[in-house]
């Protein structure tokens, strides 16, 4: 317990290093995510308020008890009203600027607190804070491998049903049934499994289409463990490939691999976008890569950085990112081949394990 309390101290002492350049004289969190990642806390609703001298964590009476177990570093409040509550917690303590998550506050519940908490004004910050996960420390990298290798073995246990006749969403209810019964304790999304002319759809739906001879099958799917989310993508050929998949297959993984290549602490992270979107463009398919090529993972699956062409992040060492490239072809079908990597100063090593050499099943 002791080694995990200094582990939140070490997150709320950083934050609070940054309070002069944000301007403020204490932070509201009321995204769950982060205030889990602050205090330990997993409780699916409550406040927390970071001030200079403590960290204060507000819940109702349904969590009160949970709150003082899961985060014995903070001072715990236990409110019948979410506002009083916040205002008993700033109380006399001559707080002046207060920044928020603008992006987790309603503007209903902004108007509340701004009128309960006056004269101290409310700053929100928005960019300030997206990053503030993204280092992860090595316990958080243990638990992220943990999650990938589940994922793993669930993957393996599946592609032996995998074959025509079979119906998409039978495939990712065993994944996910897998996942879970190997310890994940969720799925990190929805799975996707989408075969055919469904996999041109990068969000594509599992549903009752059933594969087919010669169908690609994309397969993006996640574990969860510790609360810490994995994220991978296997793309499939059923039975055979023709020339023009394996033409495409093999664009993907040289985008895929030459991303990867580029990855170290200290890449811009839209120099990674531009990395693998140089080797699909040049062979003509730049309009069937719809998306960016990355994202940061952990207790959310989607966080920062993001590795785009709109991105001014920076890659540092010990954050954990996807590498996704993909094209999609419309009435087609798609390809997508993704890997979780973490970012070292060197390079990265990469945290999904199943092979990315075009695999016929």
Aim: hydrophobic share 40%.
């Amino acid at each position: 317990m002791a080694g995990e309390a200094a582990v939140y101290r070490r997150r709320l002492a950083r934050l609070l290093e940054r309070f002069p350049h944000l301007g403020v004289d204490a932070i509201l969190f009321f995204e769950m995510k982060n205030i889990c990642y602050l205090t330990g806390f997993t409780g699916s609703d409550g406040v927390f308020l970071l001030l200079p001298d403590k960290g204060v964590l507000l819940v109702d009476g349904r969590y009160i008890t949970q709150a003082r177990e899961e985060a014995p570093q903070s001072y715990t409040i236990q409110y019948r009203d979410k506002i009083g509550g916040v205002a008993s917690a700033f109380g006399e303590g001559g707080v002046k600027r207060a920044g928020f998550e603008a992006a987790s506050l309603s503007v209903e519940l902004h108007e509340k607190l701004r009128g309960k908490l006056a004269p101290c004004m409310l700053i929100p910050l928005t960019e300030e804070l997206t990053g503030i996960r993204s280092l992860k420390d090595s316990q958080e990298v243990l638990l992220m491998r943990k999650a990938a290798d589940i994922a793993t073995e669930a993957l393996l246990q599946v592609i032996e049903l995998m074959r025509p006749g079979v119906e998409e969403r039978t495939i990712a209810l065993e994944i996910d049934y897998r996942m879970r019964a190997l310890g994940s304790e969720g799925t990190s999304f929805p799975t996707i499994v989408a075969s055919g002319p469904n996999a041109a759809l990068p969000h594509a739906r599992p549903g009752s289409r059933k594969l087919e001879d010669g169908d690609p099958v994309v397969m993006d799917f996640g574990a969860v463990h510790g609360g810490y989310h994995s994220d991978e993508t296997c793309t499939f050929v059923l039975g055979r490939a023709d020339a023009k998949f394996r033409e495409v297959y093999a664009i993907v993984k040289d985008a895929h691999d030459r991303a990867i290549d580029a990855v170290r602490a200290g890449a811009a992270c839209r120099e990674i976008d531009r990395v693998a979107r140089q080797v699909i463009e040049k062979k003509g398919y730049g309009p069937h890569f719809s998306h960016g090529t990355g994202h940061g993972v952990g207790l959310d699956v989607h966080e920062a950085p993001r590795l785009s062409a709109l991105s001014d992040q920076t890659l540092e060492a010990g954050m954990v990112v996807t590498v996704e490239p993909g094209i999609y072809l419309p009435g087609q079908w798609g390809v997508r081949i993704e890997d979780m990597v973490l970012v070292r100063e060197d390079g990265c090593e990469v945290l999904t394990k199943i092979s990315k050499e075009l695999k016929i099943i």
